[in-house]
């Protein structure tokens, strides 16, 4: 359970997202990634490397108010400075142990929704079917899959 309940945790944060309209949706979550950017300020154990690590997730966030890509990449910033907190900082929070390493597997579950454009549930699958007969046409042309698109973001 310490490593599903996370993903469901990922999956219910994108799902409650979608009923935000755009182009707020993006903005909201470029100012959520940020807020996750600095949630070891108060007590991390890394000393001056904390305030690095927000300067950075800061500016990769501030991108992200026009890019679902810059999210995404947050949000794996995010991830890696979780496992550096697990393994050698503090938790998140402060009285569960593993609750670092809950948002390292959780972390890049959000980062794939934003890869994917934050799309709604409905887009989401009109998106991978689209994607899908895109695949099906190509190949019906050439006699062979066609190469994956550069950019899942849409942005």
Same mark, same amino acid.
């Given at each position: 359970?310490q490593?599903?309940?996370?993903?469901?945790v990922?999956?219910?944060?994108a799902?409650?997202?979608?009923?935000?309209r755009?182009?707020?949706?993006?903005?909201?979550?470029?100012?959520?990634?940020?807020?996750?950017?600095?949630a070891?300020l108060?007590g991390?154990?890394?000393g001056?490397?904390?305030?690095a690590?927000? %300067?950075?997730?800061?500016?990769? &966030?501030?991108? #992200?108010?026009?890019?679902?890509?810059?999210?995404?990449? *947050?949000? @794996?910033?995010?991830t890696?400075?979780?496992?550096?907190?697990?393994?050698k900082?503090n938790?998140?929070?402060?009285?569960?142990?593993?609750?670092?390493?809950?948002?390292a597997?959780?972390?890049?579950?959000?980062?794939?929704?934003?890869?994917?454009?934050?799309?709604?549930p409905?887009?989401?699958?009109?998106?991978?079917?689209? %994607?899908?007969?895109?695949?099906? &046409?190509?190949a #019906?042309?050439?006699?062979?899959?066609?190469?994956?698109? *550069?950019? @899942?973001?849409?942005?």
């Open positions: 359970m490593y599903v309940a996370p993903i469901g990922g999956l219910l944060y799902l409650v997202m979608s009923l935000i755009e182009p707020h949706r993006r903005r909201f979550n470029a100012v959520m990634v940020a807020g996750a950017g600095a070891y108060s991390g154990g890394l001056g490397w904390e305030f690590f927000t %300067a950075v997730v800061t500016y990769v &966030a501030y991108r #992200g108010l026009d890019s679902w890509t810059f999210i995404g990449v *947050a949000w @794996l910033l995010h890696g400075w979780d496992i550096v907190h697990h393994i900082g938790p998140i929070i402060p009285f569960a142990h593993t609750s670092s390493l809950g948002c597997i959780c972390d890049p579950v959000i980062a794939l929704w934003c890869f994917a454009g934050g799309r709604t409905k887009e989401l699958v009109a998106w991978v079917r689209g %994607a899908r007969g895109r695949k099906d &046409a190509a #019906g042309e050439t006699g062979r899959v066609a190469e994956p698109e *550069a950019g @899942l973001s849409g942005a």
